[in-house]
């Protein structure tokens, strides 16, 4: 499926207030309108939001936002700030490998059942390479990892 095909079921994957480009907030487009937009243009949108992060040095998880774009998934040092000077790159997307998790909250103390994680490819699995992430939602879980796959072909 190419990004096209895959926003043309963007209800089924992505929900409109998790979808979002660089200019949208500042022409006050709607999130329909840019989706119709983007499937003309054939580029890629952002999903943005907010995700619950766990280090591997750390036991607590921490609510963070989150953009994920075609460059790489960045979040904001400043709550749900999209300005550069707040953002700050987590991860390149050709280098990641991305999977759902199993009873996250019984093996990670995860806050929700939505849990995924994000690994370097070219790594072994060991459990500091892992960047573990919950959503809120299962449609957001969905809309993210699928995002995360799409964006990297």
């Not at 329909?32 to 003309?40: A, V």
């Not at 939602?137 to 969905?142: L, Q, S, V, Y």
Request: hydrophobic share 35%.
């Amino acid at each position: 499926m190419n990004m096209i095909q895959a926003l043309g079921c963007h209800k089924l994957f992505f929900p409109e207030a998790m979808i979002s480009d660089s200019a949208d907030a500042s022409r006050g487009i709607k999130s329909s309108e840019l989706i119709q937009t983007l499937l003309r243009s054939g580029s890629c949108p952002e999903i943005q939001g907010f995700l619950q992060v766990k280090e591997p040095s750390r036991r607590a998880w921490k609510r963070v936002y989150f953009l994920l774009r075609r460059s790489g998934l960045y979040s904001s040092s400043k709550g749900s700030s999209k300005e550069p000077r707040h953002l700050q790159c987590v991860a390149d997307l050709g280098q990641l490998s991305v999977f759902q998790v199993v009873n996250g909250r019984r093996l990670y103390g995860a806050p929700s059942d939505y849990t995924f994680c994000i690994k370097p490819a070219r790594e072994p699995v060991h459990a500091r390479s892992l960047k573990l992430l919950c959503a809120e939602t299962e449609e957001a879980r969905t809309c993210w990892t699928s995002a995360f796959r799409l964006f990297k072909v």
